[in-house]
């Protein structure tokens, strides 16, 4: 929507803002929806990244455990 200036009258400036805040709404709507599309993803992408260091801990064997390299 691009940018216009308010209109004179009560009426025409009354519609003026509904449509104001309904662009505003729309673009709100799409925003928060991309946001919680990419929230998503990456909640997505930690679950496989915790996956894959749980496997490399597990492949790697008690001996190995983080704790014991920090010993040593």
């Not at 509904?18 to 946001?35: A, C, E, K």
């Not at 993803?41 to 801990?57: A, F, P, S, Y």
């Amino acid at each position: 929507m691009p940018h216009q200036a308010p209109p004179a009258g009560a009426a025409d400036l009354a519609i003026y803002v509904q449509n104001l805040l309904q662009h505003m709404t729309d673009r709100f709507t799409s925003m928060s929806s991309s946001i919680l599309g990419r929230i998503d993803e990456l909640g997505t992408r930690i679950d496989v990244l915790e996956k894959q260091i749980e496997n490399m801990m597990h492949q790697s064997g008690p001996a190995d455990s983080p704790s014991k390299l920090l010993q040593q």
